[in-house]
């Protein structure tokens, strides 16, 4: 069976740090062409896209929020993607999900859109306290 799995998540301090990992699980990611995002959705709120990558020429992407404190970045070797969250905050708590696209990215504006990914994992918790 197809499927991703996320794991890193945690508890962690206002300030502090989480490394984040999405690997497949049942298959190869036999083909690079193709786009890896984290998705998170808060108790309460809607799911937002936090950022994505085109594995293939390693364009990213960013939701405005996260900015300059958050990273993806694709081990292709590995088959894993990860996302280096630094300076968490406690609106970052959120369950966070990684999700595949069977192509790159190829707007930008589409990339944080949950309806251009079609295989996802079930989650990691990360919470931030205060």
């Known amino acids: 069976q197809v499927q991703l799995v996320e794991s890193g998540g945690g508890l962690v301090q206002a300030g502090g740090s989480l490394r984040l990992s999405c690997a497949a699980s049942?298959?190869?990611?036999?083909?690079?062409?193709?786009?890896i995002a984290w998705f998170r959705q808060a108790p309460g709120k809607e799911r937002e896209g936090v950022a994505w990558i085109s594995r293939e020429d390693g364009s990213t992407g960013y939701a405005d929020s996260v900015k300059g404190r958050f990273t993806i970045s694709t081990d292709n070797a590995k088959n894993t993607v990860y996302l280096q969250m630094t300076n968490l905050k406690p609106e970052d708590t959120a369950v966070y999900y990684c999700?595949?696209?069977?192509?790159?990215?190829?707007?930008?504006?589409?990339?944080?859109?949950?309806?251009?990914?079609?295989?996802w994992g079930q989650g990691t918790q990360v919470t931030v306290s205060v």
């Open positions: 999700a595949e696209a069977p192509t790159k990215v190829l707007r930008p504006a589409w990339g944080l859109l949950s309806e251009y990914y079609t295989t």
């Open positions: 049942g298959y190869t990611w036999d083909t690079d062409d193709d786009a």
